[in-house]
T-cell receptor, first 120, second 110 residues
Framework: GAVVSQHPSRVICKSGTSVKIECRSL??????MFWYRQFPKQSLMLMATSNEGSKATYEQGVEKDKFLINHASLTLSTLTVTSAHPEDSSFYIC????????????????FGNGTRLTVT | QKEVEQNSGPLSVPEGAIASLNCTYS??????FFWYRQYSGKSPELIMSIYSNGDKEDGRFTAQLNKASQYVSLLIRDSQPSDSATYLCAVNTGFQKLVFGTGTRLLVSP
């Protein structure tokens, strides 16, 4: 259980174009999904919290107009990197947790397989 | 700034030995703690979660938590070459926001 699917796994795009990454919870409903970014040899950094049916909450320093997040259903969240630049090249990973009434805030996150974005 | 600190390693152990991975965190109010394993180029995989002081064992893995010392550790018994990976310590700082350490690279030699 608790499978999170992310697509595509790898994408190469030209500078100035936009890229959309999809994150799906396959066997559970995720009211909240999280988007992380990981640069080489660095740790995962939370970019934003995606809430179903409402606007995403972005972490400090993350441009909301550049990284568009949509969470239209309980099983799908998308991240669109707009006007991508080489410095946006990174490993983008989504995550979600199964909601359990009592343990919700302490539930571990299950991660998608990640998307390797390369901007040329 | 809520921080999670780990030694980057690499930590080298021979096959069959015990690997000990350590993590400290700065937010004293943190309630839940996780260890993830990440192979190169892959996303993190949950290994252990721990919420209370003391030890929690699952197979070859034991997580230890000491909230007073703000310290979490992971012991891997009978280490195998397949355990070679980067181990990420993560702390839930509230509403499932995880703060990750930079990870400790473990190398298990045959």
């Amino acid at each position: 259980g608790a499978v999170v699917s992310q697509h595509p796994s790898r994408v190469i795009c030209k500078s100035g174009t936009s890229v959309k990454i999809e994150c799906r919870s396959l066997d559970f409903q995720a009211t909240t999904m999280f988007w992380y970014r990981q640069f080489p040899k660095q740790s995962l950094m939370l970019m934003a919290t995606s809430n179903e049916g409402s606007k995403a909450t972005y972490e400090q320093g993350v441009e909301k107009d550049k990284f568009l997040i949509n969470h239209a259903s309980l099983t799908l969240s998308t991240l669109t990197v707009t006007s991508a630049h080489p410095e946006d090249s990174s490993f983008y990973i989504c995550s979600a947790s199964t909601t359990s009434d009592r343990a919700f805030n302490n539930s571990p996150l299950h991660f998608g397989n990640g998307t390797r974005l390369t901007v040329t | 700034q809520k921080e999670v600190e780990q030694n980057s390693g690499p930590l080298s152990v021979p096959e069959g030995a015990i690997a000990s991975l350590n993590c400290t965190y700065s937010d004293r109010g943190s309630q839940s703690f996780f260890w993830y394993r990440q192979y190169s180029g892959k996303s993190p995989e949950l290994i252990m979660s721990i919420y209370s002081n003391g030890d929690k064992e699952d197979g070859r893995f034991t997580a230890q938590l000491n909230k007073a010392s703000q310290y979490v550790s992971l012991l891997i018994r009978d280490s195998q070459p397949s355990d070679s990976a980067t181990y990420l310590c993560a702390v839930n700082t509230g509403f499932q926001k995880l703060v990750f350490g930079t990870g400790t690279r473990l190398l298990v030699s045959p």
